[in-house]
C-alpha cells in the first residue's frame, strides 16, 4: 500500500515541480536508499530483475533509488535528467500470469533508460506490453497486484495505470495523488489497443458504459480493503486545502497524516489504515509505511529529501542529490535488524514509541517541522554548488537529523503511557521483532 502525490509547477510555491511518495510495505521490509552511477553495457548484455531476466541497454542513467531491501527495483526514484517516480499497487481483474516484471522493476527501469516523463512513460507501457507483469511482491504473504504511477520530469507530470498488460495514462494539470485505487477514469488522453476489449467481452462494462478504466478493471473488494480510495481521497483534500501556491512543506504534513481525529492512535483496531501508516494486526492493516521520499524537481538540478526509515510522522527528511549521497544513508540494511543501518537504529525509536506515539509526538513535531523546513531551504540555496560543497553540507544536514532523533529517545523515556492497548496489538509487533531479532 502506498500514496503517491504530484504538484506541477504553476501550482507550485518553489515554481518547480513537487513530487513526494510514502512507500507502505511489511513492518520488517528494511528501506534502501542508494544511488547508482551511469553505466555503459555490452550489447549481448541481459539484466536480472527481481523475478525475471530481459535484455540490458546500451547504457543506463545515474539514479537514486529507494526500495525494499530484497527488490531488485523501487518503489520510488529519480534520475539524473529530472525524471522521478512513485508505483502503486492496484487490484485488478486482469488474471494473475506466470513471474514477469514487478511495478517496482518497471520503475527502475524508466528511470534508468528514459530522458523525459513521456519516455518514461512509453519504457513502462512498452516493457509492460512485452514482458507483462506479475509475480510474488512481498515477503511473508502471497500477495499479487498490477501497478500505477506518478512520472513526472521539470515540466510534467502523467498517472499511468494497469492491469496485465493493459494501460491508460492522463496528464496532470495543478495537482494529482493517486493509492491503492484505480483512479482514471473516462478521462484518459491515452490507452492501450485492448484496454477495454476484455471488459466489454465479460460483461464489466455495459454496452451503455463509456470506456472507464477504473469502472472495467477495479476487483473491488481488495481495493476496499486497503482504503485506497479513501486514502487518495484525503491527499486530495488535502492538496486542495493548501495555501495557494502549493509547497514543499506541505506535502511533508500530508504524507505525516493521521485524519481530523483529535483521538487517532495507531493501536485503535476500528481504523482503516491512514496516509502515514501504521500496522495493527497480520490480517488487519498489516503494511506500515517502510519510507517516504520528497523532490523539488529543479531543471538544472533535483534537490530530494528521504526518511530512509519507517513512520515518517517520527523521522525527519534528510536531503541528498544523485551525486551527492550522505554515508548516513549506508550501509544498507537487511532482513535482520542491524544498528549500524539507519533503518534499524530508528526502528529501536519507532517500536519504542508505538504506545505513546500521539503523546510523542505532540512533544516533537514544531523541532521536527522546523528542521525539515531547515534542510529544504538550505538544500535548495545548494542547487548550483559544486559537488563537494553539496556532499558537505548533506553530511552536516544529515548529521543534525540524527542528533533530532536522538534526542526524541530521550524524551520518549520520559513521557507516561496512558493507556494499555488492545492486546493483540503488541503481541503482533512483538512477533515481527522476534523474526528480525530486534531487542531493545
Not at 162 to 168: E, L, Y
Not at 341 to 356: I, N, T
Amino acid at each position: 500500500m502506498c500514496d503517491t502525490m504530484v504538484v506541477t509547477p504553476e501550482a507550485s510555491a518553489t515554481g518547480t515541480l513537487l513530487f513526494a511518495k510514502n512507500s507502505d510495505r511489511e513492518r520488517n521490509e528494511a528501506h534502501h536508499v542508494l544511488s547508482l552511477p551511469a553505466a555503459l553495457h555490452g550489447p549481448r548484455a541481459t539484466l536480472a530483475c527481481t523475478r525475471v531476466e530481459i535484455e540490458q541497454v546500451r547504457e543506463t542513467r545515474a539514479v537514486l533509488l529507494a526500495k525494499p531491501y530484497w527488490i531488485w527495483g523501487a518503489e520510488m526514484g529519480a534520475n539524473d535528467a529530472g525524471v522521478v517516480i512513485g508505483n502503486e499497487a492496484l487490484f485488478t481483474r486482469a488474471a494473475a500470469g506466470p513471474d514477469a516484471l514487478l511495478g517496482m522493476d518497471l520503475l527502475r527501469l524508466a528511470l534508468e533508460r528514459a530522458e523525459t516523463a513521456r519516455e518514461a512513460v512509453a519504457w513502462i507501457t512498452g516493457l509492460l506490453e512485452r514482458y507483462g507483469q506479475g509475480g510474488l511482491a512481498a515477503v511473508h504473504r502471497d500477495l499479487r497486484y498490477d501497478n500505477g504511477f506518478i512520472v513526472a520530469d521539470p515540466s510534467e507530470a502523467w498517472v499511468v495505470e494497469t492491469a496485465g498488460r493493459q494501460w491508460v495514462t492522463r496528464r496532470v494539470q495543478g495537482f494529482a495523488a493517486i493509492s491503492n485505487a484505480v483512479s482514471i477514469t473516462a478521462d484518459f488522453d491515452a490507452a492501450s489497443p485492448d484496454a477495454f476489449r476484455e471488459p466489454r467481452q465479460r460483461g464489466w462494462l455495459k454496452p451503455s458504459d463509456p470506456d472507464d478504466f477504473a469502472l472495467a478493471w477495479t476487483d473491488a473488494e481488495p481495493t476496499a480493503r486497503g482504503n485506497g480510495p479513501g486514502r487518495c481521497r484525503r491527499s486530495l483534500e488535502m492538496l486542495a486545502r493548501c495555501r495557494e501556491p502549493i509547497r514543499a512543506e506541505d506535502l511533508l504534513t500530508i504524507l505525516r497524516d493521521h485524519g481530523d481525529d483529535p483521538k487517532w492512535r495507531p493501536d485503535d483496531l476500528s481504523r482503516p489504515s491512514t496516509v502515514c501508516m501504521h500496522a495493527a494486526l497480520d490480517d488487519w492493516r498489516p503494511s506500515q509505511t517502510t519510507g517516504a521520499m520528497l523532490s523539488v524537481v529543479d531543471p538544472v538540478r533535483s534537490s530530494h529529501f528521504l526518511t530512509g526509515t519507517a513512520a515518517p510522522c517520527l523521522s525527519p527528511f534528510r536531503p541528498a542529490w544523485i551525486d551527492a549521497l550522505p554515508s548516513g544513508f549506508s550501509p544498507l540494511p537487511t532482513a535482520q535488524a542491524d544498528s549500524r543501518s539507519l533503518f534499524w537504529r530508528h526502528e529501536r525509536l519507532h517500536r519504542r514509541a508505538l504506545d505513546r506515539l500521539p503523546e510523542l509526538l505532540a512533544d516533537i513535531e514544531d523541532e521536527r517541522d522546523r528542521g525539515d523546513a531547515l534542510r529544504i531551504a538550505t538544500a535548495l540555496s545548494l542547487r548550483d554548488a559544486p559537488r563537494a560543497e553539496r556532499q558537505e553540507a548533506g553530511e552536516q544536514m544529515f548529521a543534525a537529523a540524527e542528533a533530532q532523533v536522538q534526542g526524541w529517545m530521550q524524551r520518549l523515556e520520559a513521557l507516561p503511557r496512558k493507556r494499555e492497548p488492545d492486546p493483540q496489538w503488541p503481541a503482533a509487533w512483538a512477533e515481527h521483532s522476534r523474526r528480525c531479532a530486534l531487542r531493545d
